[in-house]
């Protein structure tokens, strides 16, 4: 994909004109129109095995489509809203001056990503079901949960630019960016839709027993009672990044930019601004910020670490893995109490990274990261 020319940057402009059509006239990265990138190691656990395909949910005719569809495409969503919450934090975290514009960013798409799966764990629940969040957990590199964005292949690193446009852009790329791509395959947009349609459709009662509310950085998860409050919670992930509708009459709900968008600005390094050529990034400039340069985490984790390495490693990892028990439990009964203490953990988990990134590889080609394993829970 070209890049964008450097050009002045037009009239005022407000945040929340953003228009999903403009993934097309702005380019989508070639990673997301199809262009095939590495698989997975054969036999790897990847999420998508152990939760099922989207594409063999959304075959099913919508008319199949009752309450026990909708637990098994929940369950996938749970799936597919935790995948995207360790690389992004990895690009965050790598990023050196926390005040930088592109920082603030990123740091709000991850507190996004953390609202969304609060929302889908609601929606399963009010449905009679329970969220296996750490059985969700994805394996790194790899494809997402499900199936969506085939030969998209998701890795962990610090922040460059062929990450935000090959992971980044490549997870959040709108549905109509994806009509010329030479390997269909569905969309987290169309997944949601479905979903959507199935609730109208079946209009199941909803409980909500074990449900949890509470604050999630700047949003506020909330019960989930009526069918509006589930339209409203479904099309809020759909607006804030994951399937964004193609419309020019939606707008976003909030003064930033979809996720898509706002990795598209640290790419092209211009805000998205609308021309009489269409929406183009010629706006103000994006600067693009000093990284720690963590190089990708390959398959099966970081060999032959030392020692020093090999505790930071496992204090990340445990840390990590007692995250996700704490959501675990927060469905479980434990509600806003043990959703906080995951969310404090995982704040926790930037001291191990960051000591990590800083950490030269034995060849000096870059640095260490965290790797995102998920450890069983301790015996009681």
Excluded at 190 to 217: C, H, K, N, W
Excluded at 263 to 270: A, D, P, S, T
Aim: with cysteine; aromatic share 8%.
């Amino acid at each position: 994909m070209s890049e964008e020319p450097d050009e002045p940057a037009v009239g005022p402009f407000k945040r929340r004109s953003f228009l999903a059509s403009a993934a097309l006239a702005a380019g989508a990265p070639a990673a997301v129109a199809g262009t095939a990138q590495a698989a997975p190691p054969a036999g790897a656990p990847a999420a998508a095995a152990r939760l099922g395909s989207v594409a063999r949910l959304m075959a099913v005719p919508e008319d199949a489509r009752g309450v026990a569809w909708l637990r098994s495409a929940l369950q996938v969503a749970v799936g597919l809203e935790l995948a995207t919450i360790p690389p992004y934090l990895c690009g965050w975290w790598s990023v050196k001056d926390r005040r930088s514009e592109v920082a603030r960013m990123i740091r709000r798409i991850v507190g996004d990503e953390m609202y969304h799966l609060g929302i889908v764990c609601n929606l399963l629940v009010a449905i009679g079901g329970r969220p296996q969040v750490k059985a969700a957990a994805p394996v790194y590199p790899g494809p997402l949960p499900g199936g969506v964005r085939a030969g998209v292949n998701v890795y962990l690193s610090g922040l460059t630019k062929p990450f935000v446009r090959d992971v980044m852009m490549a997870i959040e790329a709108p549905e109509e960016s994806l009509v010329r791509s030479a390997r269909p395959s569905p969309t987290v947009g169309e997944f949601y839709e479905g979903m959507l349609g199935a609730f109208r459709a079946v209009r199941p009662e909803l409980s909500t027993r074990g449900q949890v509310s509470r604050r999630i950085d700047s949003d506020e998860l909330r019960v989930v009672r009526t069918l509006d409050d589930v339209e409203h919670a479904i099309e809020v992930i759909r607006e804030q990044g994951e399937g964004t509708a193609s419309s020019p009459n939606d707008s976003f709900s909030d003064d930033n930019p979809a996720h898509y968008y706002a990795f598209g600005e640290i790419y092209h390094g211009r805000e998205l601004r609308r021309t009489d050529a269409g929406w183009r990034y010629v706006g103000p400039p994006v600067p693009f910020p000093v990284a720690r340069p963590m190089a990708r985490v390959p398959v099966g984790g970081w060999p032959r670490a030392s020692v020093h390495v090999g505790g930071l490693l496992f204090r990340f990892d445990a840390m990590y893995s007692t995250v996700l028990d704490s959501l675990d439990d927060a469905w479980a009964g434990g509600g806003h109490r043990s959703l906080g203490a995951g969310i404090r953990t995982m704040r926790g988990l930037e001291a191990p990274a960051v000591e990590l990134m800083e950490t030269p590889l034995p060849d000096r080609r870059g640095t260490y990261g965290p790797q995102f394993h998920a450890l069983p829970r301790p015996r009681r």
